[in-house]
């Protein structure tokens, strides 16, 4: 009898799965887990060009992997 109530992730606003069942958690899936880590990559890293949004990012790596 636990309902937790439904985190939406911090990327894309999405309802994330609780983390029981998502390893990505609090994120709703690994791409956009991948899209945060990047946020702070790209703030470590100097970066020539404009920065990326989190979206073109997310895009990106959708294209990647599929
Ligand atoms: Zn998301």
Known sequence: MSSQPQKSCPICDNDAPPRSENKAFPFCSKRCKAVDLGKWL?????????????????????????
């Open 42 to 66: 790209g703030g470590q890293y100097a970066v020539p060009g404009p920065p990326a949004s989190p979206h073109d990012i997310a895009q990106e790596l959708t294209n990647k992997s599929d």
